[in-house]
C-alpha cells in the first residue's frame, strides 16, 4: 500500500521535510507526496532525484501528485562531513531586501538547518544576529533544536549589551571576540550569513 503525505498549504521547506522525514524511516517502499504549488512539486522532485529515488509527477485539479520510490540498497554510506563547519550569523534578516522577506526566509533557514543530516559544529550570532536567540525570534525553536542536536551555539556579549539584550537571552552561551575568532580559524569551513 502506498502512503499519502499531504502537503496542501505547506510552504517550502515543509513539503521537502515531511517528504525526507518519511524516506528516512523506511528501508524502502513509495509514498505519494501532494502538493498545491509548482515550487513545492520541484522541490520534493529535486529531493528525490538527488536521493536517486524513482519518481512519477501527475497534476489533477491544480494538484500535483509526487509518487516516490524507495529501493533498499546494499551499498555502504559514506559520511563526508567530517570537517568542521561553522555559520556566522551577522543580521536577524537573510538577505537584502523587504525587511518582512528576510525574517521569513531566516525563519525558513533554520527550520530547515534543524531539520538537515548535516549540521554546523558552531552557530556564531554576531550583531544584529544575537536578536534570534533571544526573547520574542522566530527562530528560537529550530536553535534550541539545533542545540540539542549538538551544536554549539554562541553569542557576542558586546552586540548583546549594545542591543540591551543580555537579559532577554534565551539559547546560546555569552562569548567574546577572542573565542569567536578561535572557533572561525579552527574551523574547515565558515559560512556567513
Known sequence: MKNIIDCKGLKCPQPVINTKKY???????????????????????????NNGFKSVVEEKDGLYYISISKESCSCKLINFNEKKLTIVVTNDKLGLGDDKLGITLMKSYFYALSESDTLPSDLLFLNAGVKLTT???????????????????LNCGTCLDFYNLKEKLVIGEITNMYTIIEKMNSSDKTIKL
Open 23 to 49: 524516506f528516512d524511516s523506511i528501508e524502502e517502499g513509495q509514498a505519494t507526496i501532494v502538493v498545491d504549488n509548482e515550487v513545492s512539486k520541484n522541490n520534493v522532485s529535486k529531493f528525490s532525484e
Open 135 to 153: 526573547e520574542d525570534s522566530d527562530c528560537l525553536d529550530s536553535i534550541k533544536k539545533l542545540q540539542e542536536r549538538g551544536v554549539n551555539v
